[in-house]
């Protein structure tokens, strides 16, 4: 879910529902790509962007366990709409 404050420059991120910690989450818009950080609690990441607009956006998401899963969402534009939510597919 994308939470309040994302835009083109920065976003934040939760991550909810996986089989278990998340360990890396890297998000990629168009050609670029941002290894997100932890920022508090359990689910919370971020990470500073360079404003790029109208690019396709997916995460590339790994837990703990190895299981890793691959979102394409947000219609595949960044920047999203605040609350936007995506789910995974293996």
């Known amino acids: 879910m994308i939470?309040?404050?994302?835009?083109?420059?920065w976003i934040n991120v939760l991550i909810a529902?996986?089989?278990m910690g998340v360990t890396t989450i890297t998000m990629h818009i168009g050609t670029t790509s941002y290894i997100l950080a932890w920022d508090h609690g359990a689910t919370l990441w971020k990470s500073i962007l360079l404003g790029l607009m109208n690019q396709a956006v997916h995460f590339d998401i790994t837990f703990a366990n190895g299981t890793s899963y691959t979102l394409t969402c947000f219609n595949n534009?960044?920047?999203?709409?605040?609350t936007m939510q995506?789910?995974?597919?293996?």
């Open 3 to 9: 939470l309040p404050g994302s835009h083109a420059w």
């Open 17 to 19: 529902s996986g089989p």
């Open 77 to 82: 534009v960044w920047p999203a709409a605040v």
């Open 86 to 90: 995506c789910h995974a597919t293996k």
